[in-house]
């Protein structure tokens, strides 16, 4: 992700919680926690233009009041609310939510995903020194792993060396994507061999531990969606005086990995 496309996802994060503070403080006690990734937005937030912040602020309001109803504890009056922006560690351990909102008065929470001109929920890569096993699913890769992709990788650094640009290489799909995706996907069926449980775990990492609902927001179709991810049956839990708008089913997670593979016709060059 550029730079720039960051920015304005952080700026998009502000705005939601901007809407969230807007909508429940007038209603209930509400409190947005001080930390650096809420500084982090709100420098995001005042660098864009005032037509992009208009933009994006009518994008979170039209949609709030959906997360409302969704989430009636969120307006209940009972204790002090809590609006968290998540530091960007947690998405490095399977939590994909950039907002949490909590109370400490009951054992309740519930997180939003907030997407910006995208519905990518990781931007997962694989390098030279990534451990993807032991970050995905925690099984180190073997040592047939490192072994099968150290020589696609010391030829990009030789021809770095070089000067060489990504462009000028002639065969990208022979010598790094076929061979590297090979190596990965001969190393999680590896794994899944010995332990049946990557499959639900390489899921919760890519998609996400725990419960939330996605926001995503298209600028050029000028939308806002709402997409629950319930695998845990955590999300629209009812108050003591309103039920959830919208029963919300819990979601089944994929217990075995039936085939894994991937197309040349669909690797960018």
Not at 9 to 22: F, H, N, P, S, V
Request: aromatic share 10%; net charge neutral; charged share 30%.
């Amino acid at each position: 992700m550029s730079t720039n496309s960051n920015d304005q996802g952080r700026a998009y994060e502000y705005a939601w919680m901007t809407a969230l503070y807007k909508k429940l403080a007038v209603v209930r006690k509400t409190c947005v926690v001080a930390n650096s990734s809420l500084d982090a937005n709100k420098r995001a937030w005042n660098a864009i233009s005032q037509d992009k912040r208009e933009l994006y602020a009518l994008s979170a309001d039209a949609a709030v009041d959906m997360v409302l109803g969704l989430e009636p504890l969120m307006k209940e009056n009972q204790g002090t609310l809590f609006l968290a922006f998540q530091k960007d560690e947690a998405g490095e351990n399977g939590d994909v939510r950039d907002i949490v909102i909590y109370r400490e008065d009951i054992p309740w929470e519930v997180g939003l995903s907030i997407k910006h001109n995208h519905t990518a929920v990781k931007h997962s890569r694989l390098s030279h020194v990534l451990d993807f096993g032991k970050e995905w699913y925690g099984i180190p890769c073997s040592k047939q792993y490192w072994d099968d992709i150290r020589p696609i990788f010391a030829m990009l650094n030789r021809e770095k060396e070089l000067g060489t640009k990504w462009s000028e290489l002639h065969d990208k799909d022979g010598d790094v994507y076929i061979p590297l995706l090979k190596a990965f996907l001969d190393e999680v069926n590896r794994a899944y061999e010995r332990e049946p449980e990557v499959a639900i775990r390489m899921f919760e990492y890519l998609v996400g531990m725990k419960d939330y609902h996605k926001i995503v927001s298209n600028d050029s179709k000028k939308m806002t969606s709402i997409h629950t991810f319930n695998l845990h049956g955590t999300l629209g839990r009812s108050s003591r005086e309103k039920a959830s708008a919208f029963e919300i089913p819990d979601a089944s997670a994929p217990m075995k990995i039936r085939s894994m593979g991937f197309c040349l016709c669909a690797i960018k060059k």
